[in-house]
């Protein structure tokens, strides 16, 4: 594939930059009835990473996502992307993906992902150009000119993450990406997402509630306590972690899983239900 403006997929230059989240603390309201959903949350992203952030449903992943994107300012401390403070607003730099993938129910597929290169200054030439591209990537070249209504929830899926590839963004946040769809869906998904991770190099922030997936796709994982989140730790894995058939990917699913409280040895791996 060949993609005019990501000069990362020819030379294997780096592309995504550091996240740095400082002392961040995050209430919603104010007064009596203020709830209280981060606490001091503190780590650092590295440049071209992908680390995923797994914690108990309503801890606050969300709303850390939220304010990485600049969609919200923190109650106290700050974060830094690329040595800049985040500040409100739009961000050339940004792409997200989210559970719902959010197509725009009146546009082709084609239209979805295209839209929003335009709007980032791309010509309608290249920005053809770039979501057939990417719809190629994700198999869905034939289905270019149906409508969102006319796909599964997997291939919805698949154009919102398109969409959010075909900008190239340097930092690509993805809440709880593939917790609407089946489990083999969810394992495809997360091959084609490396394959498109490859091509784009972002740093990427992934929240997910599914520990497996988080040891298959972060290379590091940071785990949340519960509301008032803060960081309660930080786990690099490693590349023999990934391969479930191992003792390896058995110890780092145990320590995750310890460190979010989970101690039966029953069940999915799975830190809480998707929000
Ligand atoms: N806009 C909001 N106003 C008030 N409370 C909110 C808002 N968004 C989220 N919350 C609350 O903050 C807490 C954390 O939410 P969220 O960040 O979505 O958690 P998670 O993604 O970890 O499940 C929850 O208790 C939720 O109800
Ligand atoms: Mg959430």
């Known amino acids: 594939m060949t993609t005019a403006n990501a000069p990362s997929s020819a030379d294997g230059a780096r592309n995504g930059g550091e996240l740095v989240i400082e002392h961040v603390s995050h209430s919603y309201g104010h007064g009596p009835t203020a709830i209280s959903v981060l606490d001091d949350v503190s780590f650092t992203v590295p440049a071209d990473s992908v680390t995923c952030v797994v914690g108990p449903s309503g801890c606050g992943k969300s709303t850390l996502l939220s304010l990485a994107a600049g969609l919200m300012s923190p109650t106290s401390g700050r974060l830094r992307w690329d040595g800049a403070e985040v500040r409100l607003g739009p961000s050339k730099h940004l792409g997200m993906a989210f559970q719902q993938p959010g197509l725009f129910p009146w546009m082709t597929v084609h239209r979805n992902v295209a839209v929003g290169l335009e709007t980032r200054g791309?010509?309608?030439?290249?920005?053809?150009?770039?979501?057939?591209?990417?719809?190629?990537?994700?198999?869905?070249?034939?289905?270019?000119?149906?409508?969102?209504?006319?796909?599964?929830?997997?291939?919805?899926?698949?154009?919102?993450?398109?969409?959010?590839?075909?900008?190239?963004?340097?930092l690509l946040l993805l809440d709880e990406p593939f917790a609407a769809v089946d489990a083999f869906t969810r394992l495809t998904l997360q091959g084609e997402l490396i394959s498109m991770l490859d091509l784009v190099k972002p740093t990427v922030v992934l929240v997910t509630h599914d520990v497996s997936e988080a040891i298959t796709l972060g290379h590091v994982i940071v785990v949340m306590s519960n509301r008032p989140a803060g960081v309660k730790a930080v786990i690099p894995v490693a590349e023999e972690d990934r391969d479930k058939s191992t003792a390896a990917y058995a110890h780092r699913l145990a320590q995750v899983l310890g460190e979010l409280g989970v101690t039966g040895q029953h069940g999915p791996p799975v830190a809480g239900r998707p929000e």
Request: hydrophobic share 45%; charged share 25%.
């Open 122 to 170: 791309a010509s309608k030439r290249d920005a053809r150009r770039i979501a057939d591209e990417f719809l190629a990537t994700v198999g869905l070249a034939d289905f270019a000119r149906a409508y969102p209504s006319q796909l599964s929830g997997g291939m919805a899926q698949r154009v919102g993450i398109a969409r959010a590839l075909a900008l190239q963004p340097r």
